[in-house]
């Protein structure tokens, strides 16, 4: 289990406090599981984590295998919760920089459809100049400009490439089961499709195709997610503060009616920047309306206590920290030794680089508690393809319960929904005028 401590808040909250919302959180909890609060067309996340291999889940295996035997590159269209999820778990497990040197047997992976900017169009189709690539489009609605654009635009490339028919084989669609533009393409098309459950929203959709087929192609096993999922369900299921799920969503709750408005997530690794920014995407659109939420941001350490940290540690008092950690590698780097020593760093010869990033760590933690900010801590234990389908469910499950806590429907997005009407208006989509 990841294990959350919080005696790094005592000097913001109480214990009584902690007691006091002990109930509320016991109501969330059941909101949840009973599927009578807010929301509940949408709890289909929580039926996800499966023990057997499911059909849907033998077919992502096979197409993964023949992606990674014909293509170079596989480009994953999506945007928000189509795309955040698979590449943090990318990410995290492989580092951010895995696509160097790449190539068929264990393609590269790029994503596309998140963005409008033309520059970022130039520097994708530069990098598929020569390659072979096959396309993974991502949309439950189907209708979202961004990788509307990015699939006609793919498309085209893809059957300039290799023809109508040779492209139709290189195309998957991870779409809404019944409905929506993309699912009707696909089935036009003849495309081979994967399916976004109609009660799972984007942002909690990892544990599908959305998340496992872009997993399987980087060749991260489905079912070793699906058992860390597993066993967090049933872990994380506990009614009392022994469930670090509870302790998390009560202690972020406490500290926000306390007018600590923002949470900071730290981690001390730099493959946990896509983590933070699916993180941030399930926090940000879950618990940010009706006027509430607390407003997730993210840092890197060390690299950010060299600009954020100064903040952290001196500026507004308005903010909170949480500290995510995972075990080291189990490969130690050893610091060596320099006879001449003048960046006088011998005192360190011999020590393992991960000792080093302990000391910043626990220095970092006591600064900033003595600057007065409040820190929860989470030590997540080993990193591998088990501990992704635990961290998701942690997370989804502590969202969920916290944004019920707050009061707020965990699962609409209807300032997203403005955005997207907005646009459609101003570019003259027809039916969208007014
Ligand atoms: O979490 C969400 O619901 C959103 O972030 C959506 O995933 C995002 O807007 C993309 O929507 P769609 O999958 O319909 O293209």
């Given amino acids: 289990m990841i294990e959350v401590d919080i005696s790094n808040i005592w000097g913001e909250v109480s214990l009584p406090d902690l007691l006091a919302i002990e109930k509320e959180v016991f109501d969330a909890h059941m909101k949840l599981t009973d599927r009578n609060g807010e929301g509940n067309d949408f709890l289909g996340w929580l039926d996800l984590p499966v023990e057997e291999e499911t059909e849907e889940i033998r077919r992502i295996r096979t197409a993964a295998k023949r992606i990674r035997e014909t293509s170079d590159v596989f480009v994953v269209v999506g945007i928000g919760g189509s795309y955040l999820g698979p590449r943090a778990a990318i990410e ?31 520097e994708l189709t530069k990098l598929l100049e020569g390659k072979d690539f096959s396309l993974c489009l991502i949309s439950k609605s189907g209708t979202t400009t961004e990788p509307a654009i990015a699939t006609r635009a793919l498309r085209f490339l893809l059957e300039r490439k290799y023809g109508t028919e040779g492209a139709k084989k290189r195309i998957y669609a991870i779409t809404d089961p019944v409905k929506g533009a993309l699912r009707q393409m696909a089935e036009e098309e003849g495309w081979e499709t994967f399916r976004i459950p109609q009660d799972v929203g984007g942002r909690y959709s990892v544990l599908t195709a959305v998340g496992l087929l872009p997993m399987a192609v980087a060749g991260i096993d489905p079912m070793e997610v699906m058992a860390g999922a597993v066993q967090a369900k049933a872990d994380y299921d506990l009614r009392s503060f022994e469930n670090p799920v509870w302790l998390y969503t009560a202690t972020r709750n406490l500290l926000y009616r306390n007018g600590k408005a923002i949470e900071l997530l730290a981690s001390f690794e730099p493959g946990c920047k896509m983590l933070g920014a699916w993180w941030q995407q399930l926090f ?3 618990e940010g309306k009706d006027g509430k939420g607390i407003f997730p941001a993210t840092a890197e350490f060390t690299a950010d206590l060299h600009s954020l940290g100064q903040l952290v540690q001196q500026g507004s008092r308005n903010l909170f920290e949480t500290m995510l950690r995972f075990d080291g590698p189990e490969t130690p780097v050893l610091i060596g030794a320099d006879y001449k020593n003048l960046d006088d760093l011998n005192y360190l010869q011999g020590k393992q680089l991960d000792f080093v990033d302990e000391q910043a760590y626990r220095g970092t933690l006591a600064a900033h508690a003595d600057g007065g900010i409040p820190v929860i801590t989470m030590e997540a234990g080993k990193l591998d393809a088990a501990k992704l389908g635990e961290v998701f469910y942690f997370f989804e499950l502590s969202c969920a319960i916290s944004a019920y806590i707050l009061g707020v429907n965990p699962f609409n997005q209807p300032g997203v929904e403005d955005y997207k009407r907005n646009m459609f208006s101003l570019l003259g989509k027809p039916g969208y005028e007014s």
């Fill in 92 to 122: 995290l497990l492989q580092g951010a920089n895995r696509n160097f040197g790449k190539g068929k047997g264990d393609p590269a992976i790029f994503y596309a459809g998140n963005t409008l900017s033309t520059r970022a169009w130039h």
């Fill in 284 to 286: 940000g659109e879950s």
